[in-house]
């Protein structure tokens, strides 16, 4: 069981406003009318959400304050934690308190447990498969916009290691930024003149690796290179900086692709295409 009195602090999150955005859309200007019409005033709900399938959890903190939200006294409790791994059947948390406020609650809570326990799960399978390669799973900027910080919350619950969480935290020079500056060189050059600490550089064939680290690389994105061609590629690099492979990566290849020696592999549909996970909320009154 979760110490209820934890709170929860995503930096660059801002949870109340999310919360409070995210109600709004449901209720518009009139509210529930289905609670508001069906439910007497006064009456009580006691519920547990559970899950229908094997998952890792995440996103509890956030459904419980959306309950809170509405319902300041409710009685809330986390049975397991994020980033646990559970069984189908598994109960997740259990609350009591004013029906209509809870209900009303209900689906925005689900919403967003379900999205990040499907991220947080599909993360969980592709960490598993590339166990003792020595490489390290990042996820990507292929986020939902305006869920970012919590979709790799999510990833990292999954056991990934976040990358960049944005265009201000690192430079990273692709195919259209090399067209434009006229090469790898001169748009590295220009990376390293502005005094950015952090240049990742895209390359896709062998021959582009010794410009883009003569001019001052620090990280080198293999974009979408076969097994043969990774495993050459991080001979060549030697350890002088760190190598991603990125592109195409699948459940069925990322081990092959792992096991070339490359420091991190990138996924973008840890986030871009991660299945909502099935979790419910029952009426489970008192005994």
Known sequence: ?????????LEGFDLPAFVSATLAEDLGDVGD???????PETARFTGVMDSREAIVVAGLPIAEAFFRALDPEAVIERLVADGDRILPGTDVLRLSGKARALLTAERSALNTVQHLSGIATLTRTYVDAIAGTGAVLLDTRKTIPGLRRLEKYATRMGGATNHRLGLWDAAMIKDNH???AGGIGPAVARAVSAGIARIIVEVDSLDQIAEALDAGATHLLLDNMDVTTLRAAVAIVGGRVPTEASGGVRLDTIRAIAETGVTYVSVGRLTQSAPAADLGLDFAPSR
């Open 178 to 180: 090399v067209a434009v």
């Open 33 to 39: 009318i289905t609670s508001q019409a069906v439910i």
């Open 1 to 9: 069981m979760t110490d209820q009195t934890t709170a929860f602090a």
